[in-house]
């Protein structure tokens, strides 16, 4: 079976974004999709289907809506042009709180990512993914140029508009809302909610794994509007004995001959005799009167068809309404008995009528074209019978002016579209003057900032004198960390050399021999009961395979010397005992994967959220690209810790990241292995004291570790780390398996 490439997803709450994919194939050309659909999920708090579209012969674009602050997963299928399905994208989605509120704009969303995608030629192979930022500009002149077509085609419109007449008769209609006012009949637009019934259902019930209908049947009693967003179903279920597992209801569209998924509900669990299922739509399911549908049951999360006992009504026997077993084509359709439902929709597009009756926009227009139909014949009545010729010549000067008006808003509507900034065929765009937006503006590119000195005014965009006073701010808030070269010690035959006193060091393992390398640091240690402690970085490479430790924060740890490489050099002391810090340590195979041209690496986070859980034990596992020439750990040139924000001791929230400064000819020399809970201000000390190294020497010669001195990072006002911010917006994320389980000690001794 084909595999999935693993991406992890990182959104802001309440934010849409979309993902760019583009196709290539193994040999690195264009892939055509033509033929080809893709649809995908995310799970958070229930199932959430994602929008995704191609969008051209090598494209598809995936958009995530709107999710609550948290964790959760997704998954992307393929379906190719014979039908079958295969797993695309998979990975976690983490998704951050925001303090300021969303402003209820439905903005679109923006283009956060973007990737290479090869499909393997073989159905056994792997998915491969590589990130690849031009692609966002192509889409980005996608959309503009798709902009810019309608725009032309409604200018078109208009123009066509106003030879036709249709105009005037669009302003007639503008008129009616008035007219009926005045005839003592209020007309006024309304949203909001209906709530549909089939009915009482007494004793009677029926098993049901799914339900064919016309949406508009008349089963479903109550205000029913043309065009709707389905919110929620309820059912009640009748067993006996209780539904233990989890549920959910799909909904399939017959469209062109075919049924296609169109929702799909969160799950609900553990149904006792009696009790009402109500199964909910997020953001809804967009329904129209005269849509086939299904109404699927689904257990579990691999959402096996199942079938339900529900409390239900009779029904008239009527052609495509009744139960079916699965969703075919067309369905097998028997049986008098609905499901009794209470159903839940959202409308934007009503009238009430005086107060009375709920009409659609549908109906407001038949009433429109009935008054102008009735207005005309009176007209031509008037003018046969010569009774209101002045009325007539007033109509017709009006319908002139009205025509002019239109024709004059066609001709500004095509010099506003000429005017617009076009999109060369590099994507670039030039503005004549400034830009002014009311939310973010995404340049995931860079801005490029003119070399002449000074802002316009101390409110500008970009005040130079501002931006190296900040730059000199961020290195006052920093200390220097000395490593203490006279307590380095290495277990073994290793020796120590001090390459510089209390700065560098080198230490050497020989040929057939391991050694566990312990260094210390030298601070300030500027803290009282708490501290502003926020990030850690410091000199540190091996050339070979190794594993680097240390410990973050409060609480003892115990170092193990000699110990296998997959066994942990520091644990928690004092029996395990729950305390605010946390351990991480990295281990480095030296082992180049040819196949991916780079190495894994593997940090694991040992961590106690309270007394009740015990200690957890998170492995990340990363990919970083290299080619022969740039080994690592040899050409690690510092190992960075930094956190965003004082963490919380009771829960974990991703408040801190790893990453690793390389030297050599990557194109990118700044690499996210890892992200941590991080450690609150509470008694952390300096954050980080002291490192262990572990090696066992099994290359053909020497192996030497380089040490150097570090650098503490404190937050800025506010516990903000605007250091975190800056790497996490330059480096890439090389993040691919992320696993949580009980901490088990590993204690191996060599």
Known sequence: MR?????????????????????????????????????????????????????????????????????????????????????????????????????????????????????????????????????????????????RDEAEQLVETLEEQVESGELVNEAVANKLPAALKEAGVELEAVTGQSTLSSGTAADTWTIVGGYAMTWGDE????????????????????????????????????????????????????????????????????????????????????????ALGMHAVLTPSVPGRGLVTEVANPPAVNGTMAPMMTVVVDYDDGITLGGMELATARQLDSLGRDVRQSSATAEAAARTTGQSAAAASTAADNAATSATSAANSATAAANALAAMPQVDASGNMTLAGGLTAAGAINANGGVNIPLAVGAPTDTGAVNRLHAAGMAGVTGILTSNAFLNTDAITASGSSTVTKTVPYHLAGIKIPKGTHSTIQAKFEGSNPQWNYSSFAGFSFLWRATNAAKLSFGIGRGTKTIRPDLSIDSYSIIPANGLAYNHG????????????????????????????????????????????????????????????????VASIARYEDTGALWLMLTGGQGNNLYQIATCRGVSNFETGVGVSQWVTDVVNNAAGDVSVYAGTGEYTYYHPGNVNPVFYGLDAISRNCIETEETADFVDINIPL
């Not at 995936?62 to 948290?70: C, E, H, I, Q, Y």
């Not at 149904?271 to 129209?288: E, K, N, R």
Request: charge should be negative; aromatic fraction near 8%; charged fraction near 15%.
């Open 582 to 645: 946390e351990i991480l340590d990295i281990t480095f195979d030296n082992v180049r994967n040819t196949d991916r041209n780079g190495y894994t690496v593997r940090v694991r986070e040992i961590f106690a959220l309270n007394n009740t859980d015990s200690w957890q034990v998170k492995t990340t596992t990363s990919f970083v690209p290299a080619s022969q020439n740039e080994p690592v750990p040899w050409t690690i040139a510092k190992i960075i810790y930094q956190q965003k924000s």
């Open 3 to 147: 595999q999935a490439a693993n991406y992890n997803v990182h959104a802001t709450e309440s934010l849409p974004q979309s993902l760019a994919l583009h196709f290539i194939s193994p040999s690195g050309e264009d892939m055509d999709i033509s033929g080809m659909t893709l649809r995908g999920a995310v799970v958070q708090d229930g199932v959430i289907m994602l929008d995704c579209a191609v969008t051209g012969a090598s494209t598809a674009l995936v958009t995530w809506p709107r999710l609550a602050a948290g964790c959760g997963a997704y998954d992307i299928f393929l379906t190719d042009a014979s039908g079958k399905e295969y797993p695309l994208l998979k990975g976690a989605v983490h998704v951050v709180s925001r303090v300021t509120p969303p402003d209820g704009t439905n903005e679109a969303a923006a283009v956060a990512g973007a990737l290479d995608v090869s499909i393997p030629e073989t159905e056994d192979g792997s998915v491969t993914i590589l990130e690849n930022p031009s692609i966002v500009v192509e889409e980005l002149v996608r959309q503009a140029e798709a902009a």
């Open 219 to 306: 089963i479903l009693a109550g205000h029913l509007p043309d065009s709707c967003r389905l919110k929620s179903i309820s059912t009640v279920y009748f067993f006996t004995n209780p539904a233990l597992n989890q549920y959910c209801l799909r909904i399939w569209k017959l469209t062109d001959g075919a049924y296609s998924l169109i929702g799909t509900s969160a799950y609900v669990s553990d149904l006792s005799s009696g009790q009402t299922a109500t199964w909910v739509f997020t953001p809804g399911v967009p329904l129209t009167r005269g849509d086939v549908i299904i109404i699927q049951v689904c257990e579990g999360i691999e959402m096996t068809p199942y």
